[in-house]
C-alpha cells in the first residue's frame, strides 16, 4: 500500500511522517525515509544518545483562554466568564512559531474555545502554516453555522462525563442535551468527531452509557482521560480508587469490543495498563508510554507560559515571544526528561520505566512531589504497603487500544 504523505520531519532515528490514510504519525527509519523521498538530513550524521529528545513536539496543546461560562466544578483551568485569554495576533505568533519548529498537530481549547469570537480565524491560520487543528468543546453554544465552520478542524471531540442526568451529577450543571446536540451537528458535517470523557470517581460506572452513546451516534473516537486533582478539581476527592485504577484497562478493552469503537487512553493511565504486566515489546510497539510531556507533547498557556503538559511543569518559556519556544525545547524540560535518569523506588526497579516514566507528574505534583512516583499507579500502592512497616516511602499523553497482546 502506497503511503499518501501529508508532510514529514526529520529525527535522529529517521523522521516521524504524517499520513492521511490511516491516519496516523508514523515513526520511521531512515531507510523508509529515503523511500519516501525525503532529502538526506543532518540530524542522521548526529551521536546523540538514543534517549535525545524529539527535535520538537508533534503535538501542542494551546489553552486558548480561562474563558467559559459552564463553570464546571472540576474545571482544570478554573475558567470563569471573564478568564485570561490569547489575543489572536499571539494566538497566530505562537503558531507561526510551531510551525518553523516542525509540529504537526495542535489541540485548540480552554476554558471553551467556542466563546472566541476568533477561534475559526486561529484555525484556518494553523491550516495555512500547515498544521492540524483539532478541537475539544463542551458544544456550549454551537449551532448550524459554527458546526458548518468546524469543517476546518481536524480531530473534534466533545466532552461528555456521563450520559443524561449522570452529565449533571458529575461535571455539576445540566449540560448533557447541548453535548449531544453539538455531536450531532458535528457529525452531520464531518466523520471526525468524537468523545472526550474524564474518568472520574464519580463517572466511572457510566462509562458503559458513554460507549453506547459513541457507537449510538456513530463516533469515530472514545477518549478516556484520566481525572487530575488540578483547579478546582483538586477539591473534589474525585480520583479514582485502587480498584477502578485496576479496572479501567480492562473495562476499556471491553468496551471497545463489545461496541465495536476506538477506544484511547491519555498518557496518565500507563501505569494502569502496566500494572496487567504486558509484553513490553507489545507495548512499545503499539504505542503505550507514560508521560509524554516534554518529549511529543507541550503546552501554551492563555498568559503565554509554554509548559511540558496542560496540568503541571514550570514554564519554560513565553511562547508568545520570537525564536522562545524553539529554545527552551531544545535546552529545557529537565524536570520532565530526567526522571528515568533519576527514578526512585519502585520505579527505578520497574521493567516498564522507559515506556512508563514514572506515571502523571500532575498526579504527583498534587500529592506533594512532581519528581515521586505517581501515587496511582497500583505498583506503586502495592510498593507502599508492602514497605511502610519498614519505615520507607516512595521517593520525590495518548495511546489508542487495543495495546497489548501477550
Known sequence: MKLEVVRARAERFGGIVEVARPRALLHVDREMM???????????????????PLVAPTEVHVVLSRRCAAGCTGCYVDATPDGAALSLDEARRILDELAAMGVFHVALGGGEALELDYLFEVAAHARAVGITPNLTTSGLGLGVREAERCRVFGQINVSVDGVGDAYRRVRGFDGF????????????????????????????DGLAEVARLVRRMRLNELELLRF??????????????PDQGRRIYPLARRLMLRHRIRVKLD????????????????????????CVAGDVLAAVAPEGHLTGCSFAGPPEADARVPGAARAAWSEGFASFR????S???PCASCEYLRLCRGGCRAVAEAHGAFSAPDP?????????????GRGQVAGGGSFALPVVRG
Not at 529515503?34 to 535525545?52: I, K, N
Open 34 to 52: 529515503r523511500e519516501l523521498g525525503q532529502p538526506h538530513s543532518p540530524l542522521w550524521d548526529s551521536a546523540a544518545p538514543d534517549d535525545a
Open 338 to 341: 530526567s526522571f528515568v535518569r
Open 177 to 204: 442535551r447541548h453535548a449531544e446536540r453539538a455531536l450531532r451537528l458535528l457529525r452531520a458535517v464531518k466523520p471526525e468527531v468524537g468523545v472526550n470523557c474524564v474518568v472520574s470517581r464519580s463517572s466511572f
Open 343 to 345: 527514578a526512585p523506588e
Open 228 to 241: 487530575k486533582p488540578v483547579g478546582r478539581g483538586a477539591r473534589l476527592g474525585e480520583e479514582l480508587t
Open 267 to 290: 498518557c496518565s493511565f500507563a501505569p494502569m495498563v502496566f500494572w496487567h504486566r504486558p509484553s513490553a515489546r507489545a507495548a512499545a510497539f503499539w504505542g503505550v508510554q507514560g
Open 376 to 388: 496511582g499507579c497500583p505498583r506503586v500502592q502495592e510498593w507502599t504497603a508492602r514497605t511502610a
